[in-house]
């Protein structure tokens, strides 16, 4: 009986799961006998009073009937069946019993009208006369607690006559693998070989040791039986822990926040962890079964940290309303407390403990399956990125909206995880970094952003001092030209898989992270990261179009909607994290650190081709990529080659001819940003094609991302020709003159044809006029004021979210979700609009500090460039009356001796 239940429970879930007659049948079973319900009460499965049944059948048919429940829950769920969900919500996870559960167990008529929440029965809260208000252990703890995850296996036969290794052949040969996966051994198979082999033996010896020969024959057959029930045993734990996955992770992947809510949602997710990380640490469990458990921990660690992003995320409108008491230094006074969080679930001595056993299980993995350590990499990733650091809400009413209470939790979230995985020593570093550079390919990624993660907090530099001293950054240094010939494979027009390519950019980024340290970046030039990427041939190939496939017409550029990205697109991510980590390196030791300036132009000047085709092209279509990438490219050349003085004394002196290379490389990088001021600091320009490139050609929020990154382009070329007329000195012989006095084309309305100036034109003979800088000025002015008013909309809108109507609303969450936006819930739809709200205003922000930075300049440098104009033309005009004097005086002179003879 107890066989025939397992292929019952078997046989429901194979056709709840089935698509033709999923629907049918679940709603016979549910609706008509209350199925689910009814023997979801009786979980986990155990032995009564009086009863046998094997462990390992009853494991298979508590397996069998969670993953039916799976599908139940998550069905319900979809359709919006609102009571029956929360009814079996209600039974897996409630901690206090309610008599309301067990009066309509045989009544199929009242089973939707149970609509009593999860919330209102959990955590011992007294809700009525039917809580009964003890305390109890949540049946999917109860449920975890019956899969034991020791499992043991007998050991091997003492065997005298027989050959140990040719019985361990045998057996191995009459392995077969089951319809479950295991892989058993076929007993009667065995016996017959055995026996076989025996009768074909003769000799004395043979014949009068039979007997003990046949003893050994049955203790090697009773010991493969033990093998088999061992393995079948944990097969049905195995099997018993992944349908315990499926409902939990149905339960928080379906279930809205109506029917779980937050502050629920967390506690369950903590004890689960917990309960989890307890279990697998326990030195006599087996690794065969906590191998998965890896699995559901990375699943569970993701459920939390979106929780805390929820939380931190309703708190922004509160930060912004009157109930806060702002300090004298503009930060928020939240209230005290050593919770993290909103809700205040999360207290920092559990994620301290948690974080404690997730390196103790993973420092015991370290001998087992990589796929183990790539689990737990992410999922301790998901658990250092938890604690996110609080960014201040630029207002721009005299304060930024900052909580100072959330900012000091943070300080001692990092500081509490790094003391606990300095307790772990050198031995875990070790082995993060030799998975980090020998592991296999997603180990590889997981480790690196690992070590990503925790350098972002490390301020003592203890795992830059361990990386550079144990070589691993060497190592990870010297990787990238090694791999240069896979990243070049990687921009062929149908590339090898992608492996390289997100292996590379795990690898940039944790370059990146060290740059953005003093320490760090002066770490990366002595192992020289700049030479090496000097080195590097991918950054070379860099291609002219980006031609997915043609349309109907010539030249039309249709996009592809394959997962590879195009080719132009994998080159920008082999070029933007090399650009972004020359930024890095050189804003962490500033402009004036020779050392840095020099490497990083001697790269720029290895790569001149790639800079100057960025400089020089002109894309037909805007897109954001190619304007991030003018924008990154103009700030690693305006901050290293405006102030190199390579000259040693005035240009003027005699030189030598590594320096005649190194000048016109600079006279080269000056025409191409010369050129750029009547391509892009036209601002009336660029807002007009904007407003009239549709939605399907260019997204909203690409438009923003667009102008920001023209206002970084207008803001380097600025203060690159600030830097190149101030560095040439003031006297009137050698100032350096980047402009004409000319002031018409900041007089004129129709500017477009300036754009359209070619490249040959812009020769130092014919710089660009002043007149340009002028009207750029003009025009960054008339748009400042609407922008700063669209961002008080903004941040009035966010601080009074609660009141924006269901269009509105709407409007904010229509360009992340696309579809099924009606039936979302308001409270999610809140959530998400507020995260919107809260980027737009910060890209604002960014927005309006550009345009008052180039104000600034334009004000001052265009006054500045009108007086090196007046200097140099006033040079000009005094050798001009010289050389005029001086002829009229010698003509005089040969008058008078004529006059003389």
């Not at 002196?653 to 010369?674: F, K, P």
């Amino acid at each position: 009986m107890p066989k025939l239940a397992e292929h019952c429970y078997q046989m429901v879930y194979q056709l709840c799961s089935n698509s033709e007659t999923s629907i049918s049948i679940m709603r016979y079973l549910g609706m008509t006998h209350n199925f689910f319900y009814r023997h979801l009460k009786h979980v986990p499965f155990v032995n009564r009073i009086g009863q046998n049944t094997n462990e390992k059948l009853l494991l298979n048919q508590q397996a069998w009937l969670l993953k039916s429940v799976a599908v139940e829950i998550r069905l319900t769920s979809v359709n919006r069946q609102r009571s029956y969900t929360q009814r079996l919500l209600k039974l897996l996870l409630e901690d206090v019993p309610s008599t309301v559960v067990d009066r309509d167990d045989n009544d199929a008529e009242v089973y939707g009208e149970t609509n009593q929440s999860i919330m209102e029965t959990t955590s011992g809260q007294q809700v009525g006369p039917n809580i009964l208000g003890i305390q109890v252990r949540r049946r999917i703890l109860q449920i975890l607690d019956s899969i034991d995850l020791t499992q043991t296996y007998p050991g091997n036969v003492q065997l005298d006559l027989l050959e140990p290794s040719v019985t361990e052949q045998l057996i191995k040969a009459c392995e077969q693998q089951m319809d479950n996966g295991m892989t058993l051994c076929n007993i009667h198979a065995l016996h017959r070989e055995l026996i076989s082999r025996l009768n074909a033996q003769q000799g004395p010896a043979i014949v009068g040791n039979r007997p003990r020969i046949l003893q050994e024959i049955q203790e090697i057959l009773k010991n493969v039986v033990e093998c088999n029930q061992s393995k079948e045993m944990a097969g049905a734990k195995r099997h018993a822990l992944d349908a315990w996955r499926q409902v939990v992770e149905i339960l928080f992947a379906s279930c809205s926040q109506d029917l779980l809510p937050l502050d629920i949602r967390e506690t369950i997710l903590l004890d689960l962890i917990q309960e989890l990380l307890t279990k697998v640490t326990d030195d006599a469990t087996v690794p065969e079964l906590t191998a998965p458990v890896s699995g559901i921990l990375i699943t569970l660690m993701t459920n939390l940290l979106q929780c805390v992003v929820v939380d931190q995320s309703k708190a922004i409108p509160e930060q912004l309303s009157t109930q806060y008491v702002h300090m004298l230094d503009g930060s928020v006074i939240h209230g005290s407390g050593t919770s993290f969080g909103g809700s205040g679930v999360i207290s920092a001595a559990v994620l301290t403990e948690i974080l404690r056993k997730f390196l103790t299980f993973l420092v015991q993995s370290s001998a087992g399956q990589l796929r183990v350590r790539s689990n737990l990499y992410g999922a301790l990733m998901n658990f250092l990125q938890m604690p996110k650091k609080v960014h201040e809400i630029p207002t721009l009413k005299g304060r930024n909206v900052l909580d100072s209470c959330m900012l000091s939790e943070y300080e001692k979230m990092t500081t509490a995880s790094l003391v606990v995985i300095n307790e772990f020593g050198d031995s875990f570093m070790e082995l993060v970094c030799r998975d980090a550079c020998d592991g296999h390919d997603v180990g590889r990624m997981l480790a690196l952003s690992l070590m990503d993660c925790i350098l972002s907090t490390d301020k003592q530099n203890r795992w830059l001092h361990f990386l550079n001293s144990k070589g691993y950054l060497r190592h990870i240094i010297e990787s990238l030209v090694q791999e240069d010939q896979s990243l070049q494979d990687m921009l062929r027009p149908t590339p090898e898989p992608l492996r390289a390519l997100y292996i590379y950019e795990s690898k940039m980024s944790l370059l990146t992270r060290i740059g953005e340290t003093t320490n760090g970046a002066e770490v990366l030039l002595q192992q020289g990261i700049m030479g090496r990427l000097s080195e590097c041939q991918f950054l070379e190939l860099r291609p002219e179009r980006d031609i997915t496939r043609r349309g109907d017409g010539a030249g039309d550029i249709v996009k592809s909607d394959a997962f590879i990205p195009t080719v132009l697109h994998r080159y920008r991510q082999l070029l933007f994290p090399v650009l972004k980590l020359c930024i890095a390196i050189m804003t962490s030791l500033g402009g004036q650190h020779k050392e840095a300036t020099n490497q990083i132009l001697r790269f720029v000047f290895s790569h001149s081709e790639l800079f100057t085709a960025i400089l020089r092209d002109h894309p037909s279509h805007i897109s954001v990529e190619a304007f991030q990438e003018l924008s990154l490219t103009t700030t690693v050349i305006c901050r290293t080659a405006a102030d190199v003085d390579y000259y040693g004394g005035s240009p003027y002196d005699a030189i030598g001819q590594s320096q005649l290379v190194i000048q016109g490389h600079l006279s080269r990088i000056q025409r191409q940003i010369l050129a750029l001021v009547p391509r892009y600091c036209i601002h009336d320009h660029w807002n007009k094609r904007l407003k009239l490139a549709s939605e399907n050609e260019i997204k909203e929020e690409d438009k923003e991302k667009i102008r920001l990154s023209l206002l970084e382009v207008n803001s380097n070329i600025i203060a690159y020709c600030r830097s190149e007329v101030s560095s040439t000195g003031s006297t009137g012989q050698s100032c350096n003159v980047l402009f004409t006095p000319s002031l018409s084309e900041a007089l004129t309305r129709n500017y477009h044809q300036v754009t359209e100036i070619p490249m040959a034109s812009l020769s130092a003979t014919k710089p660009p006029s002043l007149g340009l800088i002028v009207r750029h000025l003009q025009q960054v002015a008339n748009t400042f004021l609407p922008s700063f008013d669209s961002h008080q909309q903004l941040v009035h809108k966010l601080s009074n979210i609660s009141e924006l109507s269901a269009e509105e609303l709407k409007e904010f969450i229509k360009p992340v979700l696309t579809d099924r936006i009606e039936k979302l819930s308001t409270s999610y739809r809140q959530q998400v609009a507020c995260e919107q709200i809260a980027q737009m205003i910060c890209m604002k922000a960014k927005e309006l500090a550009l345009k008052y930075c180039i104000l600034i300049k334009l004000k001052r440098y265009s006054l500045y460039f009108l007086f090196k104009i007046l200097i140099k033309t006033n040079t000009n005009i005094r050798k001009q009356m010289k050389a005029s004097v001086e002829k009229t005086d010698k003509s005089h002179f040969m008058k008078v001796q004529k006059i003389e003879f």
